[in-house]
């Protein structure tokens, strides 16, 4: 079985490392935009997200004036 490469950075989003890349990438979300549309919660739920990726997505969504659905 082949694998595929995951890259490190998609969209505008942030590095947040491979596994978290993975899970935004295997959920379609490609986008800043398609992460605030979500509760953060469903983006935790995300095998392969943990606390660091969402502190950084948090973070990169404020710089935006953006944030995650409530």
Same mark, same amino acid.
């Given at each position: ?11 505008? /989003?942030?590095?947040? +490392?491979?596994? =978290?890349?993975?899970? $935004?990438?295997? *959920? ?7 992460? @605030? ?8 739920? /995300?095998?392969?997200? +943990?606390?660091? =990726?969402?502190?950084? $997505?948090?973070? *990169? ?7 995650? @659905?409530?």
């Amino acid at each position: 079985m082949a694998t595929r490469r995951i890259p490190e950075q998609i969209g505008d /989003l942030p590095r947040i +490392g491979r596994p =978290a890349t993975r899970a $935004l990438l295997q *959920a379609g979300i490609t986008t800043l935009a398609d992460v @605030a549309a979500l509760p953060q919660r469903e983006v935790e739920a /995300l095998h392969g997200v +943990g606390p660091r =990726a969402i502190a950084i $997505l948090d973070a *990169a969504l404020t710089a935006r004036g953006m944030s995650f @659905a409530p």
